[in-house]
């Protein structure tokens, strides 16, 4: 933050304390990234008394788990609505509109995608709501891979690859864009938004098998099937 710049404080309310804690920390790692962050620091930000926030967060993890778990909610609505959308007959379709889903939230959420990528920040295990949110994202994620690979349409007969596979491939996709790794490659703005789905598009048309034959037996992880 440069000098004699006056930060931007949050619209605290009465009542929405945890709210306004949550943005203002959420403010506090876009201006100078999570080690920026405090309890003491967000109430400041908040514009309540240092002790104020610690009745609804007794340290920084939990104050960021917070933020994660808002993020959460948000990317997994973003991916639900994705898969709405799309032919619910066409599970490659599905697929990829997760992932497209996936890098459009991740670009234009970067501070949230920051914050629930970086899992040494918050408490994950000890986060139900984290953890619930993340599994419906998963289940419709796995769902659409087991669904492509009956149909015979998807090249590897191995699930779990697939879906790292696919997992890894979102994840760097979008740490680069946000991470300004394009302009390497004189891509920018919305010419590396366009760039990063395309890169998507080829690697789902790389998981494809078109035509072929539904398979006899499937590998799938016991842990992947589906109920």
């Known amino acids: 933050m440069s000098k004699g710049k006056v930060p931007s404080r949050t619209s605290y309310r009465h009542g929405n304390l945890r709210e306004a804690l949550i943005e203002a920390a959420v403010?506090?790692?876009?201006?100078?990234?999570?080690?920026?962050?405090?309890?003491?620091?967000?109430?400041?930000?908040a514009?309540?008394?240092?002790?104020?926030?610690?009745?609804?967060f007794?340290?920084?993890?939990?104050?960021?788990?917070?933020?994660?778990?808002?993020?959460?909610?948000?990317?997994?609505?973003?991916v639900i609505k994705?898969?709405?959308?799309?032919?619910?007959?066409?599970?490659?379709?599905?697929?990829?509109?997760?992932?497209?889903?996936?890098?459009?939230?991740?670009?234009?959420n970067p501070t949230h995608f920051q914050i629930i990528s970086t899992r040494n920040l918050i408490d994950?295990?000890?986060?139900?709501?984290?953890?619930?949110?993340n599994k419906i994202v998963r289940s419709l994620m796995e769902e659409a891979i087991v669904d492509t690979q009956?149909?015979?349409?998807?090249?590897?007969?191995?699930?779990?690859?697939?879906?790292?596979?696919?997992?890894?491939i979102v994840y760097g996709l979008g740490r680069m864009y946000i991470d300004g790794h394009f302009t390497q490659w004189a891509v920018s703005g919305e010419d590396a938004e366009r760039t990063v789905q395309n890169v998507l598009k080829f690697f789902i048309s790389l998981l494809g098998n078109e035509g072929a034959a539904p398979p006899k037996k499937t590998s799938v992880a016991p842990e992947l099937r589906t109920k």
């Open 124 to 133: 994950w295990g000890g986060s139900e709501s984290l953890r619930e949110d």
């Open 47 to 56: 514009g309540v008394s240092p002790g104020a926030p610690f009745r609804h």
């Open 58 to 78: 007794t340290n920084k993890t939990a104050l960021m788990t917070a933020v994660a778990e808002q993020a959460m909610r948000l990317f997994k609505d973003e």
């Open 82 to 108: 994705a898969v709405e959308a799309v032919p619910q007959n066409d599970p490659m379709a599905r697929f990829a509109a997760i992932g497209s889903a996936y890098l459009h939230w991740a670009i234009h």
């Open 27 to 45: 403010q506090l790692v876009e201006e100078g990234g999570p080690e920026n962050v405090s309890v003491r620091e967000a109430a400041k930000r």
């Open 150 to 168: 009956q149909q015979g349409k998807l090249r590897s007969d191995n699930i779990a690859e697939t879906h790292i596979a696919a997992r890894a």
